[in-house]
């Protein structure tokens, strides 16, 4: 069982930056696992935006290319999501998620384990 604690989230003005952080509590997740962010907006399905894989592969949802990076800090158990550029649109609940593999797919069905999400809110 892997347990993840998101932090970071909060409320930031449009055009502003943001990073939230992803705590888990094995160092194999993070390290030879694919680690994923999601969000999901009021009234709106969860979305994959960014992914990870154990060797370090990202990928990027078109709608947070270019202004969004996935990090992760294997010594620390650390997962990080940097924001900037933000927009109201990017307005979510924020959730990291790993699965039992090595490699990334934003299906959510993929992922094993999940977090508890953490808010962020952008004014315009």
């Known amino acids: 069982q892997v347990q993840l604690v998101e932090s970071g989230g909060g409320s930031v003005q449009a055009g502003g930056s943001l990073r939230v952080s992803c705590q888990a509590s094995?160092?194999?997740?993070?390290?030879?696992?694919?680690m994923a962010w999601f969000r999901q907006a009021p009234g709106k399905a969860r979305e994959g935006i960014a992914s990870?894989?154990?060797?370090?592969?990202?990928e990027y949802a078109e709608s947070v290319k270019g202004r969004f990076t996935i990090s992760k800090d294997s010594a620390k158990n650390l997962l990080y999501l940097q924001m900037t550029s933000l927009k109201s649109e990017d307005t979510a609940r924020y959730y990291c998620?790993?699965?039992?593999?090595?490699?990334?797919?934003?299906?959510?069905?993929?992922?094993?384990?999940w977090g508890q999400g953490t808010q962020v809110t952008v004014s315009s």
């Open positions: 990870i894989d154990a060797d370090f592969v990202t």
């Open positions: 998620a790993t699965r039992r593999g090595m490699t990334c797919n934003f299906a959510l069905t993929w992922y094993h384990y």
């Open positions: 094995s160092e194999f997740a993070v390290r030879a696992s694919c």
